[in-house]
């Protein structure tokens, strides 16, 4: 039965709890879920619009994981994660950001997401303000009000590579200030923070006792430059929460497995609400998990040298249609480019592609009010695809502008 007729046929109205008002959404999943609707209409769409890599998990993860299942790893597990994983994700985090960490600081939990929510929902009460990057990864706003807290955008400049302005950091930091989430390689621009930004971030932060939530999932998807956490500036590891996770790295997005890297004290309250929430995260996967970090990492570079080779051709391809201005995205697989010359608001131009020339991507305003101006394409899909897309959009202005 749907939603529609479950309303109908009920006469009892639906009395949700008021914090249910200000919980956003992730746009992809929408953009998605129409696209699909006009593909059983007979339309063909090139997707563009979800944020996840278009290859397969790596063939010796998933045996882990089959081999796992065979072995019994079917049971509930510790809450925190299997402690083989905790250590092996510990030592990764050591080696990679240069900072000891032990296993007591790791919390395996089913995606990146859950790090976001139960940071917030550990640290911020009504009213805290928590500064967050925008555009940026709708789910930070979208939980920072829905947990009654005050969000605090951060507005990214196209002009410095969609890096942030340290000047406007400072100017927003308060007394009521609890968290600042920070996000690079970020989610929709691409833009990476160097380590000079992140310096200057740190030096911005000073001594406070503001935690930093670093958002760390496109850590391994980067083309230019070095990824650099503030997890490694001396006097932030306490105040550090490192979230990172197999979903974009591995190809895995549907297995959902991720984990924050944090003080234990705060570890520990953090597994109290997977205790609360999901018990713990699935066992085999975490399994699987172990033969990913641990195992072969070709595929991690084999498949960050495709996006990269898929970003040149889409963006030099973007830079020759009418009204599109676009910069060479530092990391992740997404481009941002600029559309304010076509005339069209940017959720007006996504959605008239999407209907008119089925090339589904979305409006920059899915990131929030900064994100007016720009459009995202994720490039996790074929060459032959992408070029398909370009040529339509081309068309498409052509027609229209
Ligand atoms: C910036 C950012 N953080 C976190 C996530 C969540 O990742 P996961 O699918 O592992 O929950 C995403 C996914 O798109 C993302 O773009």
């Known amino acids: 039965m749907t939603t529609l007729t479950m309303e109908k046929a009920t006469q009892y109205e639906l009395k949700l709890a008021e914090r249910m008002s200000r919980l956003g959404t992730e746009t992809a999943f929408e953009v998605l879920n129409k696209a699909r609707a ?8 090139v997707h563009l619009e ?14 882990a994981a089959v081999s796992a299942l065979h072995n019994g790893w079917t049971h509930y597990g510790p809450s925190a994660g299997l402690p083989d994983l905790r250590q092996a994700i510990a030592d990764e985090v050591s080696r990679t950001r240069g900072v000891s960490v032990s296993s007591d600081e790791v919390v395996v939990v089913p995606g990146g997401k859950p790090i976001i929510f139960f940071s917030l929902l550990a640290l911020a009460d009504e009213g805290d303000e928590v500064i967050y990057p925008n555009p940026g990864f709708p789910i930070y706003e979208s939980m920072i009000n829905y947990l009654g807290a005050k969000a605090v955008p951060l507005r990214l400049h196209e002009e410095k590579d969609f890096s942030l302005d340290v000047d406007e950091l400072t100017a927003l930091i308060s007394d009521r200030t609890k968290l600042i989430i920070l996000n ?6 691409g833009g990476v923070l160097s380590r000079q930004d992140i310096r200057d971030i740190a030096d911005a932060i000073g001594d406070r006792n503001i935690m930093v939530l670093s958002d760390e999932i496109y850590s391994r998807l980067i083309f230019e430059g070095e990824h650099y956490s503030i997890m490694s500036v001396s006097g932030f590891k306490d105040r550090t929460i490192l979230l990172d996770g197999f979903s974009k790295t591995y190809a895995m997005t ?3 497995m991720g984990y924050g890297v944090m003080r234990p004290d705060l570890a520990a309250h953090i597994t109290r609400l997977m205790t609360n929430s999901n018990s713990c995260t699935a066992s085999f996967t975490q399994i699987a998990g172990i033969e990913a970090i641990r195992g072969d990492q070709s595929s991690v570079e084999h498949m960050r040298s495709e996006f990269q080779r898929r970003r040149d051709a889409f963006v030099s ?7 599109f201005s676009c910069r060479m995205p530092k990391g992740a697989f997404y481009v941002f480019p600029n559309i304010t010359q076509t005339g ?3 959720k007006k131009l996504a959605d008239a592609l999407l209907e008119e020339s089925g090339v589904a991507c979305l409006s920059g305003t899915a990131f929030g009010e900064y994100g007016e101006g720009y459009l995202r394409f994720s490039v996790a899909n074929s060459l032959e695809n992408l070029n398909k897309a370009l040529e339509r959009i081309d068309q498409w ?3 229209n502008l």
């Open 38 to 45: 006009l593909e059983r209409q007979g339309k063909e769409i």
């Open 50 to 63: 979800i944020g996840e890599p278009d290859f397969d998990t790596p063939k010796n993860v998933v045996e």
């Open 184 to 189: 690079s390689p970020q989610n929709p621009t």
């Open 254 to 256: 549907g297995w959902r």
């Open 317 to 323: 391809g973007l830079n020759k249609i009418k009204g």
């Open 344 to 346: 069209w608001k940017s």
């Open 397 to 399: 202005t052509k027609r």
